[in-house]
């Protein structure tokens, strides 16, 4: 089964939850009306359905193949990336100066997660691509703007990120890539990056590599790490592309999913280059801060890895209520004159309502991220810039975090809906789940974005954001519960309960750190999970209320069914959150009672 966007749902969640009213009024997006929003979601419906969705399937069975330091990408992608880059996709973000659409983040954002829907392995060249033109647009200088900006947003050239070291994993102070300064205020590179996302490919005439480094004089740690552009292809003056460097691919890895995604070996240095050993680069930035600039590489990147938990939980949830139409297998448990569709199963519905309530819960939770994304660049104000900031910050760890381990989830549901066929490669629902497994892991593990949410973005403001989200919470909680019926009366009282366990876990930190600094972090994960529920719960409880208010003008099955969704997700999912505060406040004896040697 292809993969159709659900654009109503796409839609709803950008005008009534994101409030795009609010960033249509923003300067600079005045031209953002709501006739543009709906044909970009339409065309971009239209290429990821007709044109690249269909190479799913290819990727994973024909991977990219390397040769002799060369790569060729899987069939059809060469003529999907140039319908992508010529239809402007890869601008539709970024600013109008460089070629691009200057649409704002939250429009971009459901035109993100259909491209991850359609082909994850595909769409990760391009979300690279976003990363360093971000980088550029962001740390580099106004020359480097103007000669690779253009050219990465045209898709002439593609960006890739280049952090990890065989001894340098998530620690970057072992990365021994080292940079050495030329008499031209230029610089060579010597070393060796791993796991390089289309680190070599066919699909562009250029690859502009962002790569962490050191300098002979640099200090130790992450402190010593310079962020340096080194293009395959070293451009003149001209823009035009001239000598190759001195970067080659050594092999691709062999992988559980995201098979045509070529994830490539990097050696710079080792004499093959026109221009003499050593891979020319130029610094971005300031030497000895290249961590810091590589990091707005890395939001961006895990936003967007975010996005692709919930396309892909899409995409399997599409396929999994597909089948359970069609396949027919057993009798109602109410009895039935023959066999009738899985769908009439109670626990057939119950794991699609599971599926259908997280991916709406986490679509929900990143539109919102993303407006607020929009708030604190273009808000007129700057305290309100600053509170948006903060609040966009504190929802990206949530966004990746969450997302990501609910899409392993979601898919592996949705292979459990197939039953047997669902563990055939044929029926594509296995594909879906392994391509989700890397996502809790490339860009920051779980863990990562779980103590990044717990130090950073909890403890650091002393819980202030968090507390600026429970407000808007409480807010809701009584609209609510002014509502009659059984499912807002339930709704309210999961919601409550959520709520109140939040805030106990946040206090719960902000105590713990004064203590047991082990057995608190021993907590982060849970504490991102905790958060990513009661959020979610959050946005699908707004949901309902406004379906509600449509649903007294008239009927419709899709206003019923957000209130039906957001029942299911406070008595199913709402409910495990006092759990996870129990995890979170007593967690730490068990999973700190072993010594290392005792495993």
Same mark, same amino acid.
């Not at 419906?45 to 007709?50: N, P, Y």
């Not at 993303?370 to 305290?383: C, F, I, M, P, V």
């Not at 900031?389 to 949530?398: D, F, S």
């Given at each position: 089964?292809?993969? !159709?966007?659900?654009?109503?749902?796409?839609?709803?969640?950008?005008?009534?939850?994101?409030?795009?009213?609010?960033?249509?009024?923003?300067?600079?997006?005045?031209?953002?009306?709501?006739?543009?929003v709906?044909?970009?979601?339409?065309?971009c419906?239209?290429?990821?359905?007709?044109v690249?969705?269909?190479?799913?399937?290819? #990727?994973?069975?024909?991977p990219?193949?390397?040769?002799?330091g060369?790569?060729t990408?899987?069939?059809?992608?060469?003529?999907?990336?140039?319908?992508?880059?010529?239809?402007?996709?890869?601008?539709?973000?970024?600013?109008?100066?460089?070629?691009? /659409?200057?649409?704002? !983040?939250?429009?971009?954002?459901?035109?993100?997660?259909? $491209?991850?829907?359609?082909?994850?392995?595909?769409?990760?060249?391009?979300?690279?691509?976003?990363?360093?033109?971000?980088?550029?647009?962001?740390?580099?200088?106004?020359? /480097?703007?103007?000669?690779?900006v253009?050219k990465?947003?045209?898709?002439?050239?593609?960006?890739?990120?280049? @952090?990890?070291?065989?001894?340098?994993g998530?620690?970057?102070?072992?990365?021994?890539?080292?940079?050495?300064?030329?008499?031209?205020?230029?610089?060579?590179?010597? #070393?060796q990056?791993? &796991?390089?996302?289309?680190?070599?490919?066919?699909?562009?005439?250029?690859?502009?590599?962002?790569?962490?480094?050191?300098?002979?004089d640099?200090?130790p740690?992450?402190?010593?790490?310079?962020?340096?552009? %080194?293009?395959?292809?070293?451009?003149?003056?001209?823009?035009?592309?001239?000598?190759?460097?001195?970067?080659?691919?050594?092999? $691709?890895?062999?992988?559980?999913g995201?098979?045509?995604?070529?994830?490539?070996?990097?050696?710079?240095?080792?004499?093959?280059?026109?221009?003499?050993?050593?891979?020319?680069?130029e610094?971005?930035?300031?030497?000895?801060?290249?961590?810091?600039?590589?990091?707005?590489?890395m939001?961006?990147?895990?936003?967007?890895?975010?996005?692709?938990?919930?396309?892909?939980?899409?995409?399997?949830?599409? /396929?999994?209520?597909? &089948?359970?139409?069609?396949?027919?297998?057993?009798?109602?448990?109410? *009895?039935?004159?023959?066999?009738?569709?899985?769908?009439e199963?109670?626990? %057939?519905?119950?794991?699609?309502? &599971?599926?259908?309530?997280?991916?709406?819960?986490?679509?929900?939770?990143?539109?919102v991220?993303?407006?607020?994304?929009?708030?604190?660049?273009?808000?007129?104000?700057?305290?309100?810039?600053?509170?948006s900031?903060? @609040?966009?910050?504190?929802?990206?760890?949530?966004v990746?975090?969450?997302?990501?381990e609910?899409?392993?989830? %979601?898919?592996?549901? *949705?292979?459990?809906?197939?039953? #047997?066929?669902?563990?055939i490669?044929?029926?594509?629902?296995? /594909?879906?789940?392994?391509?989700?497994?890397?996502?809790?892991?490339?860009?920051?593990?779980?863990?990562?974005?779980?103590?990044?949410?717990?130090?950073?973005?909890?403890?650091?403001?002393? *819980?202030?954001?968090?507390?600026?989200?429970?407000?808007?919470?409480?807010?809701?909680?009584?609209?609510?519960?002014?509502?009659?019926?059984?499912?807002?009366a339930?709704?309210?009282?999961? $919601?409550?309960?959520?709520?109140?366990?939040?805030?106990?876990?946040?206090?719960?930190?902000?105590?713990?750190?004064?203590?047991?600094?082990?057995?608190?972090?021993?907590?982060?994960?849970?504490?991102l999970?905790?958060? *990513?529920?009661?959020?979610g719960?959050?946005?699908?409880?707004?949901?309902?209320?406004?379906?509600?208010?449509?649903?007294?003008?008239?009927?419709?099955?899709?206003?019923?069914?957000?209130?039906?969704?957001?029942?299911?997700?406070?008595?199913? %999912?709402?409910?495990?959150?006092?759990? @996870?505060?129990?995890?979170i406040?007593a967690?730490?004896?068990?999973?700190?009672?072993?010594?290392?040697?005792? &495993?």
């Open positions: 089964m292809s993969y !159709k966007a659900p654009l109503r749902e796409m839609q709803f969640v950008v005008h009534e939850l994101a409030g795009l009213r609010t960033v249509q009024a923003l300067p600079g997006f005045e031209d953002a009306s709501d006739e543009i709906g044909a970009v979601l339409e065309e419906s239209k290429l990821m359905s007709e690249i969705a269909p190479l799913n399937r290819v #990727g994973d069975t024909q990219a193949r390397w040769a002799d060369a790569v990408t899987s069939p059809g992608f060469q003529r999907a990336f140039r319908a992508f880059v010529d239809g402007g996709w890869q601008g539709v973000m970024h600013p109008s100066r460089h070629g691009g /659409q200057g649409l704002p !983040k939250l429009v971009a954002t459901p035109c993100l997660e259909m $491209l991850q829907a359609a082909n994850l392995s595909f769409a990760l060249c391009p979300l690279l691509t976003d990363g360093a033109i971000e980088a550029f647009l962001i740390a580099g200088s106004e020359e /480097q703007q103007q000669r690779y253009p990465l947003i045209d898709g002439s050239w593609t960006g890739t990120m280049n @952090l990890t070291e065989p001894q340098a998530s620690d970057l102070s072992l990365v021994r890539t080292r940079a050495e300064r030329q008499s031209d205020g230029r610089y060579r590179i010597f #070393g990056k791993i &796991f390089i996302t289309y680190g070599e490919h066919d699909l562009a005439e250029n690859i502009v590599h962002l790569v962490l480094a050191r300098t002979s640099a200090p740690g992450v402190k010593g790490l310079s962020l340096f552009v %080194v293009p395959k292809f070293v451009p003149g003056v001209d823009g035009r592309i001239g000598a190759r460097n001195d970067v080659y691919c050594a092999s $691709l890895e062999h992988k559980l995201i098979k045509g995604s070529p994830t490539a070996v990097l050696i710079f240095g080792d004499g093959r280059g026109e221009l003499g050993p050593g891979a020319i680069a610094l971005v930035g300031e030497e000895n801060r290249g961590l810091e600039m590589m990091f707005i590489m939001n961006a990147a895990r936003f967007q890895v975010g996005l692709q938990g919930i396309a892909i939980g899409e995409r399997a949830y599409q /396929q999994a209520a597909a &089948f359970a139409r069609e396949r027919v297998q057993g009798r109602a448990v109410e *009895g039935s004159p023959g066999p009738v569709a899985i769908i199963h109670p626990d %057939v519905r119950r794991m699609l309502m &599971f599926m259908r309530s997280h991916i709406e819960a986490a679509r929900a939770i990143a539109y991220a993303a407006a607020y994304g929009d708030l604190a660049r273009h808000h007129s104000d700057s305290g309100e810039r600053a509170r900031q903060a @609040l966009y910050e504190y929802l990206v760890p949530v990746k975090g969450w997302s990501t609910m899409a392993v989830e %979601v898919t592996s549901v *949705g292979i459990q809906v197939h039953g #047997g066929m669902g563990f490669e044929e029926t594509g629902a296995a /594909q879906h789940y392994r391509d989700a497994r890397i996502l809790p892991i490339y860009e920051g593990t779980t863990a990562i974005q779980a103590n990044d949410l717990l130090g950073r973005k909890t403890v650091r403001d002393a *819980g202030a954001t968090a507390g600026l989200l429970i407000e808007q919470m409480r807010a809701t909680l009584a609209q609510v519960r002014t509502q009659s019926g059984d499912d807002f339930a709704i309210a009282t999961q $919601l409550e309960s959520a709520i109140v366990a939040y805030r106990a876990a946040i206090d719960y930190f902000l105590r713990g750190f004064g203590g047991d600094i082990r057995a608190a972090f021993a907590g982060s994960v849970p504490y999970k905790l958060a *990513g529920i009661v959020l719960g959050w946005q699908l409880a707004r949901a309902a209320l406004i379906a509600r208010q449509r649903l007294a003008t008239g009927d419709d099955p899709f206003y019923r069914a957000k209130i039906a969704t957001a029942r299911f997700f406070a008595d199913h %999912v709402l409910s495990t959150v006092p759990a @996870l505060l129990a995890a406040e967690g730490g004896a068990g999973a700190l009672a072993l010594d290392a040697a005792d &495993f």
